[in-house]
């Protein structure tokens, strides 16, 4: 069974540009979940989503943004991109997504913003 | 929220040595994992252990929820064993959100 996939690993993007990052959860799980982790502020939960439904939702500017497919892969958007954005983006799946089922997470996507 | 605090925050060891990593929360959770970042910063999972003890080869691991900490236990530590070890939680009545405890740097030298 394949893991859980992200695309791409990683990415160099100019301040205020936009920035997409996708997740492929393992197959047969319908929760996404994503996490940015810093050196400074250690892994922070961004949102989560379950069958298409954005069910949870982190402190994190409007500028961050998601969304969920039918098949559950799942895309997140930043907009107008800050140096502060640069990070390891973690995206997590769960085969339910309710509080007691097992998250795996990918690789992740390393972001830079220069 | 619930508070997630991991200690050591750095652990130097000699190859072979054995090593006890704990994990405190401030509340009751649902839902407890631990996992080893390794260098390329995927996460890996260790053991899911909201409560009871587990073992995997010379890793184990005990969770006592009703004092809300949590042990990893590294035996016959390998160089391979270094990295970082984060401790998560889930905590009752929230949806799927992992906190994380900022994590223990573990060096193992050869």
């Known amino acids: 069974k394949a893991g859980v996939t992200q695309t791409p690993r990683y990415l160099i993007k100019t301040r205020g540009q936009q920035v997409t990052l996708s997740c492929s959860p393992i197959?047969?799980?319908?929760?996404v979940s994503w996490y940015q982790q810093t050196p400074g502020q250690g892994l922070q939960f961004l949102f989560e989503?379950?069958?298409?439904?954005?069910?949870n939702k982190g402190n994190f500017p409007g500028r961050f943004s998601g969304r969920q497919f039918s098949n559950s892969r799942s895309e997140m958007n930043v907009s107008t991109l800050e140096l502060g954005d640069s990070a390891l983006y973690l995206c997590?799946?769960?085969?339910?997504?309710?509080?007691?089922?097992?998250?795996?997470f990918g690789q992740g996507t390393r972001l830079t913003v220069v | 929220g619930i508070q997630v605090e991991q200690s050591p925050p750095d652990l130097i060891l000699q190859e072979g040595a054995n090593s006890t990593l704990r994990c405190n929360f401030s509340?009751?959770?649902?839902?407890l994992q631990w996992f080893h970042q390794n260098p390329w910063g995927q996460l890996i999972n260790l053991f899911y252990?909201?409560?009871g003890t587990k073992q995997n080869g010379r890793l184990s691991a005990t969770t006592v929820a009703t004092e809300r900490y949590s042990l990893l236990y590294i035996s016959s530590s390998q160089t391979t064993d270094s990295g970082v070890y984060f401790c998560?939680?889930?905590?009752?009545?929230?949806?799927?959100?992992?906190?994380f405890g900022k994590g223990t740097l573990l060096t193992v030298n050869p």
């Open positions: 989503y379950f069958s298409e439904t954005q069910r």
């Open positions: 509340d009751s959770v649902n839902n």
């Open positions: 252990i909201p409560s």
């Open positions: 197959s047969g799980h319908r929760s």
């Open positions: 998560a939680v889930l905590r009752g009545g929230s949806n799927y959100k992992l906190t």
């Open positions: 997590a799946s769960s085969p339910r997504g309710d509080r007691v089922a097992e998250a795996f």
